[in-house]
Structures are given as C-alpha cells and as structure tokens.
C-alpha cells in the first residue's frame, strides 16, 4: 500500500470515530487493532499491538505523569492554592488591571505546584472569578487571564503534559522539564504586561478601585508563612532537577512527599480530601495512560506502513528553510487546538513532527 493512500484510510476513520464522540484515546486503539491486524497479519498483528501499548505504559519514564496529577490535586481539594493568591495579592499594589495580573501571577506560582491545568484553573477560578465580575472587568479580563494563567501549567514544570510529550515522543523527560521554564516565565512577562498596558489604553475593561492598605511588616509576616512551604515544594521538584540531585522520577516523587507534607502541617488534610485527590489522580491517570498506550501502537503502525517516513521526506522536499517548516507546524498545531484539547493533539501530531524535526 502507498503511504499516501494509507495516511488517508487512517485518517479519515480517525476523523469518523471522533465524530461519533468516542474518547481521543479509544480511537487510536481500535485504528491501532485494526491497522494491526491488516497490516501485519491476523492475531499476529494484535499480539503485537497488545506488546507495545504494555512496553509503552512498562517504561519508568512515565512514572512522574501519576505523581504531579497527585500533586494537583492533593493542592486542589487541601485548598492550599488559596493561600498563594492572597500571598500575590498583597504585593501588586495598585496596578492597572489588578485582579487580572494577580491571576497571572497566581496562575505561574499554581502552575510550578500543581503541574495540571485543570486544577490550576478551578482555584483561580473559585477565588478570582467572583471578584472580578464584582469590580466590573469586563470579560475578556476575567476569562483571558484566567484561561491564559491555567495555561502556564503546561509549560512550567512540573508539567503532566510535558511528560506526556516526552514519553510519547521518546525524549528525555529531564531536558523537556528544564528546556519549558524559559518559555513559561516569557509567557508570564508577555501576560502581564499586555494587561496592564490594555488597562492603562482602556480603563473601562477594568475599573480602578482602592485597595486595603496592609503594613509592610505584616506583608513580609504573610510572605513567610506562605512563601515557605511553597518555595518547599518547588524546590523539591524543580530545584532538585537542576541540581542534579534527583532524576525527574525522583522529583517527582519528592515533589508529591512535599505536597502531603504541608497540607498535613497546615493541618489541610482530612480523610475527605485524602479520597477526592486519590480518586481524582486515578481518573485522570487512568486516561492519560490510556492516551500513551494508543499513541505507541499509532506511531507503530504509521512507521510500519511507511507513513512517518514518507511523510518526512515529502516535507523535507519542499522549497522551504527548516525554520518555515517549523512555522507551519505551529499552525498545524493551532488549527488543530480549535477542535481537539491538549492531549490528543500530542497523541496525533508527535509521531509525525519527531521524524521531520530529527531529519531537520
């Protein structure tokens, strides 16, 4: 079979099955079966799909993927999120846009705790939202900033999604982890600044209004009573990576430790919140571990049919420098955003991208 024609067939079911609201992840596995069993042959096919989706979730690489959903949401539903806004709040003063560079900043500080968006966004969200709708900012400065500062999650570790892409793309997980803070503080700067001059140009998106005076020594009181056992946490993730001191495994798991440790001393953690955060963290693993699985066995079958490669060479052949090429892949990337969410873009895009950007 050509690999053009193949592209086609497995795309287009691709697209029929999502369109019949099947989850991301249940799709590739059955293209996965099914591609298997027609192109390598009956049950040996299978059998062989069945080996690489276990070797895929076997790999001790993944391992910090459940271990930064822990953190999230062991932060999430121990309400310790909540103290790190108010720790922000008392030392913006009286920016234009306030509450909107607040949730910036909360949102880069949530994003180096809890390493999900989701749970990021749902404590900005509950503590933040109400208030802005209170002080009369209009929505794009509610919901941007709210959107935008969840975001930062993904690329400030420790990030779920960035080991997702690295165990998907079979990169190491370290050099993701670190190669992503530059960006994510970049992103933090852009935020922040495009909100205050937006507010400055425009008053009306968010109304100016007089803010309780708190005395420089309590400020400093609430920094370290706040600070620390957030700078805790961070280090023993980040810190410890950069060090050299642990692997991103290691990491991880210190960064988890250090989570159930401050909940625990500030007396946040209760059987109740103990069953919400394991729940959630088996839910969400469950399915991202589900997405890893099927994303092998995809990459499998474009490889065995010659799709990866063909594909590669096709674009490797165009009249373009490899910086235009790149280009191109962040509008693929940004088109397919407006239909499909995070993860499933990954699963779709990496066993395709990887063997262009190695050819480039």
């Known amino acids: ?46 059998e062989q799909v069945v080996s690489s989706m276990f070797s895929s979730l076997a790999s001790f690489s993944i391992a910090p993927v ?12 121990s309400g310790l999120g909540g103290n790190v ?14 509450v909107s560079v607040l949730a910036v900043g909360a949102g880069a500080i949530l994003g180096a705790l809890t390493g999900v968006s989701i749970a ?40 779920g999604l960035a080991v997702l892409l690295a165990a998907i793309g ?31 140009i ?50 991880a798991a210190s960064g988890a430790i250090a989570t159930l440790f401050v909940a625990a001393i500030q007396r946040r953690l209760n059987w109740l919140v103990f069953k919400k955060a394991t729940l959630g963290s088996i839910r969400i693993t469950g399915m991202i571990f589900l997405i890893i699985a099927g994303a092998r066995g995809f990459s499998q079958i474009l490889a065995f049919l010659g799709a990866s490669q063909g594909l590669a060479q096709f674009v490797l052949e165009l009249p373009l420098p490899p910086i235009h090429i790149m280009v191109l892949m962040q509008v693929v990337i940004l088109i397919l955003g407006c239909f499909m969410e995070s993860a499933a873009i990954i699963l779709l895009t990496m066993p395709i991208f990887v063997p262009m950007i190695v050819s480039l």
Not at 175 to 183: E, F, M, N
Request: charged share 10%; with cysteine; glycine share 10%.
């Open 120 to 159: 990021s966004v749902a404590i900005i969200t509950s503590v933040l939202g109400p208030e802005m709708e209170k002080r009369g900012y209009h929505k794009s400065m509610i919901f941007g900033p709210i959107l935008s500062a969840g975001g930062l999650a993904v690329l400030i570790p420790p990030s």
């Open 202 to 251: 425009k008053p009306s998106l968010a109304p100016p209004y007089r803010t309780p005076s708190v005395p420089f020594l309590q400020k400093l009181s609430n920094l370290g009573r706040n600070a620390v056992p957030v700078f805790l946490i961070i280090f023993s993730v980040i810190g410890f990576m950069i060090l050299g001191i642990a692997t991103p495994e290691e990491a």
């Open 66 to 77: 459940p271990l930064f959903v822990i953190m999230g949401e062991f932060m999430f539903h």
């Open 170 to 200: 079979e990169i190491s997980v370290g050099k993701v982890l670190l190669a992503i803070i530059g960006p994510g503080l970049l992103l933090v700067l852009l935020y922040a600044a495009y909100i205050v001059i937006m507010c400055s």
């Open 85 to 98: 806004i108010e720790m922000v709040d008392q030392w913006l003063g009286r920016l234009p846009g306030r």
């Open 1 to 46: 079979m050509e690999w053009q024609i193949a592209v086609i067939i497995i795309f287009g079911s691709l697209v029929v099955l999502m369109a019949t609201g099947t989850p991301i992840a249940i799709c590739f596995i059955l293209i996965n079966l099914t591609g298997a069993f027609l192109a390598y042959g009956g049950s040996a096919g299978m």
